[in-house]
Every structure is written in C-alpha cells, then in structure tokens.
C-alpha cells in the first residue's frame, strides 16, 4: 500500500535532501562544530551556537520535559542530555534538508534546457507572488504560519490589553528564529522618540521573518513531493 510506506519514505527523503549538496553538507559541518564547542567552551559566548543554527525548530526545547538543567539524579540527568542533544540532531537535520531542498531547486531552474519565462514579461507582482508561493500552497508551510500568527497574537494581546505583558515577546521570536534575531536590530530603542513604535516594529519585523521561515519550508515541502513522485514512478 503507498500510504502505509510513505512515512517509512519520510525519513529516508530527509536525509537525501540533507546530504546530497554542498550547501547542507557545509551546515551540518557547521553544526557539528558548534555541538563541539558546547563540549570544549561551555561557558564561552558562542556556546549557544548550536541553538541559533537549529531554531527555530531547536527552541521548542524551552517547553520539552527534557534538557539541560534536568534534575532528577544522576540518570536521569544523563537521559535527559542524550534526549536533549537527539532532538537537536533532528532539528539540525530539517534545517539541512531545508538547505538542501533550496539548493536543489536553484540546480533545477538553472539546468539546461528548462524552459522559464522571460524576465521582461514578468512583472513585479508575477516574481513576488512567485516567490512568496511556497508559504501558502502546503500544509507545512502553513501549519508554521498558523503557530507564528498565534505567537505573534498573543504578543499584541498581551502588549496592548493586559496590564502587564511580561515576556510576551519571546514566543514570535522564538518561533521565527533564527531571522528574528535581526529583527531586534531594527526596534527603537525604549530612550528614542519613536520608542512608542517598538510592538509594531517588532511584529513587522516578525512577521517578515516568519514569512521567510515559511517560504524555505516550503520549498521543503516542494522537493518531498518531487522525490515522492520520482520514487511512486
């Protein structure tokens, strides 16, 4: 039956678009250093490394039963690292078959003999609409949107209804990392005189990239269904 197999196939897929480019294979030697930094450098600045490269997928450890700083003795403790680092083993994974999926669509586009439109008959809002298509027409791609709509929601709810809004802000940031961290760099400060402007730039600035989040999800998604199809063939 092809239903029953495909989550058999899944893994398999994911671990092809992960290691089958330079630019994947080049992150996960990436990652690997970082994990080995966390190791040699624990108290080092760029310990956290590792996180950054594999949010936003790895920051949903802040609300995993497991990780470091578990306690519990001396096995549970060891159990719960070794947990800890599989998931970010897993989320690096999907970040390189996300890489990977991107790479292989530029090989694709750019291969000889495959026909493309001409430049000039396309306008600007054919190549947006174009670009931003992978966001919407997956579930994947979809489902992320629907989780930073609800994070970045209950930030404006929590900064303009409620006495006290706390950390609000560290849901939509966490969940459209690693790109929201530059976003930062773009929010007055609480001194300026546009410092009223902080919720609103800071949730233009998140939404901006979580829509980039969901764009290379969605390309992702793309190329799961094109090996798919190839292996169904």
Request: proline fraction near 7%.
């Amino acid at each position: 039956m092809p239903n029953a197999s495909r989550p058999r196939r899944l893994p398999r897929r994911l671990f092809a678009l992960a290691t089958d480019n330079w630019l994947a294979r080049g992150y996960l030697a990436a990652f690997a250093v970082s994990v080995l930094v966390v190791f040699l450098f624990p108290d080092s600045d760029i310990a956290q490394s590792s996180m950054m490269l594999t949010a936003p997928l790895s920051f949903l450890g802040a609300v995993l039963p497991f990780g470091p700083g578990t306690e519990g003795g001396g096995a549970v403790e060891a159990s719960a690292v070794a947990l800890w680092a599989v998931w970010l083993g897993l989320c690096a994974l999907v970040n390189a078959a996300v890489l990977g999926a991107l790479a292989a669509g530029s090989r694709t586009a750019a291969a000889p003999g495959t026909r493309t439109p001409a430049r000039s008959a396309r306008t600007g809002r054919q190549m947006t609409r174009d670009l931003l298509a992978p966001a919407v027409d997956n579930w994947l791609a979809r489902g992320y949107l629907a989780v930073v709509a609800a994070a970045l929601g209950f930030f404006l709810v929590a900064v303009y209804a409620l006495p006290d809004p706390g950390f609000a802000g560290i849901w939509p940031l966490m969940s459209t990392a690693p790109f929201s961290f530059l976003a930062l760099v773009a929010v007055p400060t609480e001194d300026s005189a546009l410092a009223w402007l902080n919720p609103l730039t800071f949730s233009a600035g998140v939404a901006l990239c979580g829509l980039l989040n969901a764009v290379l999800l969605g390309h992702l998604a793309r190329r799961l269904r094109v090996r798919e199809a190839r292996t169904a063939a």
